[in-house]
């Protein structure tokens, strides 16, 4: 069966989970939230093991297999969490799904997950799932549903505030749910029990805008190498690890990928739901790199969030530098050579 993200939560309040789950969208903290909410749910059920699966280039399939018959020593229930990340398994892949939700084996569920989706991605896998399991698409979010999205997260964390305050931060976080999600959370630190007004939101966002993330990147694509690594170096004296700056480095360069490739700048902007305001700082990026620039960023970029990880060998931070320069200026891009 096909549900809502709002489904989901409904669904996951229930005792019994389904022996497949493939959650699937380019909003990436959507799709991370409820990943980690069907991730907790499941631990409360008594899923205690769980066994990553990265199905990029080269992953052997039989390896799905081997998960799905391998016993547990220590726990009797398991969660598979197999990431696809490109929405597309090869042909063995396809066929290792299929096989899977052909018998699931019990006490065992696989959780599917993928960070690319539109429609076009539909395919025989998807409908084996959805017939014994559940298919979570999550599309971006549209504009005019932001306030609502920030509305409702305030609430969550305690936050009162006004209808003008919320419609000031979605102007100012531009269409970015990561960036919301950021503020968000600052606010309810610093507003305590008072009614926020437009006001009020504007001085305390202001007050909390350190270094962050979001600066970060956006000093990087609009070629101020300088600035990106003073944001880099005040994120990493404030304690700031790797690992979480990469999620909205990754997905900025992701859009840098498919804008650059774009036959139709114009639409592929529409396409991306960029706002007006923001537009400027992609096109100008767009100037200074081509498709093959950004591709290499992109691959980099994933390259150092393995090495965050521990899953590669190298100084993430370091690392780091070097892809905030090549994207502030392509023509250093040479530096990316040594961590290829």
Known sequence: MSLSLAQLRQHLAGDVLKPVYFLAGEEHLLLIEAADALRARARELGYLEREVLDAESGFDWDDLARAASGMSLFASRKLIDLRVPTGKPNKDGAAAIIEYCGRPPPDTVLLITSTQWSKQHHAAWVDTVESVGVFVPLPPLRPEDLPAWIGQRMASRGIKAGRDAIDLLAERVEGNLLAAAQEVDKLALLAGDRLLDAATLEDLVADSARYDAFKLTDAALGGDAARALRIAAGLR????????????????????????????PAQAFRAERIYPAREAVYRKALQRGNLSHWEQCLAQAAQIDRISKGRGAGDAWVELERLLAAMALPRSSHLLAAIT
């Open 237 to 264: 004296a404030e304690g700031e690890q790797v690992p979480g700056l990469m999620g909205l480095l990754l997905y900025q360069l992701q859009i840098m990928v498919r804008l650059a490739a774009a036959p139709n």
